[in-house]
């Protein structure tokens, strides 16, 4: 292991977050901040690979959870991974009390981070054999058969259906898995730093937007722009929209089924993020969500700018 017990002057268990890790913040005796990962050894090759695809990200130069060691321990059972703390404050918590031109500088920020992470060359080995459509069109007839089913749904669920094969049309990439502003931190330089790489997959790089509709617009409206317009260097392609048009509408209802072992009060939260979703969409009669504009592109002020406000006239078309 990289640290012994004479290393280290605190242990303080992190319990943010839905990953099966045990996860602990170390402050050694040189006052540095780490955070240990501790998962069974049964994973040892899954984890082994996931510290070298953060070896990956980190050669990028973006401020993120970087790695420091990994190690299996001397019986098996556990295996280690050291990577730098992100000093800072979780991002979902800091953006709905800034300005809204400052919401959207750091989308911007996280737009461009994004375009780094997709740009590392895949390897051959990592590209998986299939897309996900089977598994996308299985995990929607599961919901259709539970009794978590939402008024109205017939609308997703026969979008999802319809537009299947617009999603995983772009090259595979390595993707982060859960890129969202609960995974990213707000340091005191104001920059952004990239947390929780354990869901990274391979995969249609335009999956990973489709978090932005299920968490993102709950917290910041201008960060979700931001991110979309930096990403895409302000436009974004008529494909793009109609793949988050169908991931979006997917999430909407998969996620309800999926919080269920969870709880009630998560099945309710993703019920009304469901809701959300249908407003934004239109009811999935149109592929640009209404949360999208381009005013603070051109520069416009602060506004009341919500779901009931009108898109430019530019970005409101509807599929034939």
């Not at 919401?103 to 054999?129: C, F, K, M, N, T």
Request: glycine fraction near 10%; charged fraction near 30%; hydrophobic fraction near 35%.
């Amino acid at each position: 292991m990289y640290l012994t017990g004479g290393d280290w002057t605190a242990v303080e268990e992190v319990a943010k977050g839905w990953s099966s890790d045990q996860k602990y913040l170390v402050t050694t005796r040189e006052g540095n901040r780490l955070l240990l990962r501790v998962s069974g050894g049964e994973q040892y090759e899954a984890k082994k690979k996931e510290y070298k695809i953060i070896q990956k990200f980190a050669a990028l130069g973006f401020p993120m959870s970087a790695p420091v060691g990994f190690s299996l321990s001397d019986d098996g059972k556990s295996v280690y991974m050291l990577l730098t703390w992100v000093e800072g404050r979780d991002l979902e918590e800091v953006l709905p009390n800034l300005p809204e031109e400052e919401q959207y500088r750091l989308g911007r920020e996280a737009g461009r981070i994004l375009r780094l992470i997709h740009s590392i060359p895949v390897e051959a080995a990592d590209i998986p054999a299939e897309t996900k459509k089977a598994k996308k069109l299985a995990q929607l007839a599961r919901y259709e058969s539970s009794r978590l089913r939402q008024e109205g749904d017939e609308a997703a669920i026969r979008y999802v259906r319809e537009n299947i094969d617009q999603i995983w049309r772009q090259p595979p990439a390595y993707l982060h898995g859960d890129y969202h502003p609960g995974n990213l931190i707000y340091q005191d330089d104001g920059s952004i730093g990239v947390i929780d790489f354990n869901r990274w997959e391979v995969g249609d790089p335009w999956e990973e937007f489709y978090k932005l509709e299920s968490f993102g617009v709950e917290c910041s409206v201008p960060y979700c722009v931001g991110q979309i317009d930096a990403y895409f260097d302000g436009s974004a392609p008529e494909a793009f929209w109609r793949a988050l048009a169908v991931y979006a509408a997917h999430a909407a209802v998969h996620s309800i089924q999926w919080a269920e072992k969870f709880g009630p009060a998560e099945v309710d939260a993703m019920a009304a993020r469901y809701r959300r979703a249908m407003e934004s969409y239109d009811g999935f009669r149109t592929t640009i969500p209404k949360w999208y504009t381009d005013k603070w592109r051109r520069g416009g002020g602060p506004s009341a700018y919500g779901f009931g406000d009108r898109r430019p006239s530019d970005l409101d078309w509807q599929e034939g």
